[in-house]
Nanobody
Framework: QLVESGGGLVQDGGSLRPSCTVSGRTPNSYAAGWFRQAPGKEREFVAGISWSGRTRGYGDSVKGRFTISRDSAKNTDYLQMNNLKPEDTAVYYC??????????????????????WGRGTQVTVSS
C-alpha cells in the first residue's frame, strides 16, 4: 500500500515536499517514482529513485527544481519541489516497482513499469 501526503496550495515560486510511504515491504526492495497528471493531459514522469536510492532521474520540465530522496528506515520517499510554477499544477501520484539487490539499480521513467500506485495528492500553484 502506498500513501501520499504533503500536497497543497502554494504561490508561484513557492515550495512543497510531498511524501510517499510504502507499507508491507522490506526496506530497499522497491524502486519508486512520482508522476503527475493535469486535467486533459497524459500522465507525466516527474522523478524516480532506484531500490538502493543511488540512482535518480527527473523529467525535463522539473530538472534543477525538484529532488527525490528516500528515508529507507521509514520506507518513505520525498519529492522536494522548489520554485513551483502554475504549470506544475496537477495530481501527483507515487508508484512502486518490485525490485531489489537481485536486479540492476535503475530508476523507471515509464508508468507502465510500476506495480502499485497511491491515490494521488493534489498540488496547486497559483499565479
Amino acid at each position: 500500500q502506498l500513501v501520499e501526503s504533503g500536497g497543497g496550495l502554494v504561490q508561484d515560486g513557492g515550495s512543497l515536499r510531498p511524501s510517499c510511504t510504502v507499507s508491507g515491504r522490506t526496506p530497499n526492495s522497491y524502486a519508486a517514482g512520482w508522476f503527475r497528471q493535469a486535467p486533459g493531459k497524459e500522465r507525466e514522469f516527474v522523478a524516480g529513485i532506484s531500490w538502493s536510492g543511488r540512482t535518480r532521474g527527473y523529467g525535463d520540465s522539473v530538472k534543477g527544481r525538484f529532488t527525490i530522496s528516500r528515508d529507507s528506515a521509514k520506507n518513505t520517499d520525498y519529492l522536494q519541489m522548489n520554485n513551483l510554477k502554475p504549470e506544475d499544477t496537477a495530481v501527483y501520484y507515487c508508484g512502486s516497482k518490485n525490485t531489489g539487490p537481485f536486479s540492476v539499480d535503475l530508476d523507471y521513467p515509464r508508468w507502465v513499469d510500476y506495480d502499485y500506485w497511491g491515490r494521488g495528492t493534489q498540488v496547486t500553484v497559483s499565479s
